[in-house]
């Protein structure tokens, strides 16, 4: 039973296996805390992946770190070079991600699978996926960058890590 006045998203809500009859407002907090916390966690699993990939490509460079350390290169530099490389590489993967899209939503627009539909990018959902994707390069480049600026220069130019 739908109550006239109920929106698609609390009735959808109240279908859930904890719904509290005698609170119908409770249902839609945990249904919200529900998506919330999925959306955290695939947030999360592909910044592990993100932090993971920066890891070991920081290890192939661990002999131009030794050199820069040992001739003076101060540990906040590293960081900041890393940093940005690593902004800038996740940059341009949200890009290609967004150029791909658009093909994807024409691909569906003129198969005719959605009559009377029309697909597009918008512009404030572009920048939020760039702003996100810049965080996802910001956050997940600090780590890394951060162990490896650390490294002493001759564990370093040995290859080594701690």
Known sequence: MVAPF?????????????????????QVGKFVSL????????V????????????????????????????GAPAHALVGQFLVENVLLTSIGGVIGFVLSIFVLRAIAQSGLFSYAHFTIN????????VLAGLFGLISGVYPAWRMSRLHPVQALKGGSR
């Open 35 to 42: 998506l919330f916390g999925l959306a955290l966690l695939f």
């Open 6 to 26: 109920e929106t698609p998203f609390a009735g959808f809500a109240r279908l859930m296996p904890t719904a509290d009859r005698k609170d119908p407002d409770s």
């Open 44 to 71: 999360l699993i592909p910044a592990v992946n993100l932090v993971n990939i920066n890891i070991s490509r920081i290890m192939e460079r661990t002999s131009e770190i030794g050199v820069r350390k040992a001739f």
């Open 123 to 130: 512009a404030r959902v572009f920048a939020y996926g760039m």
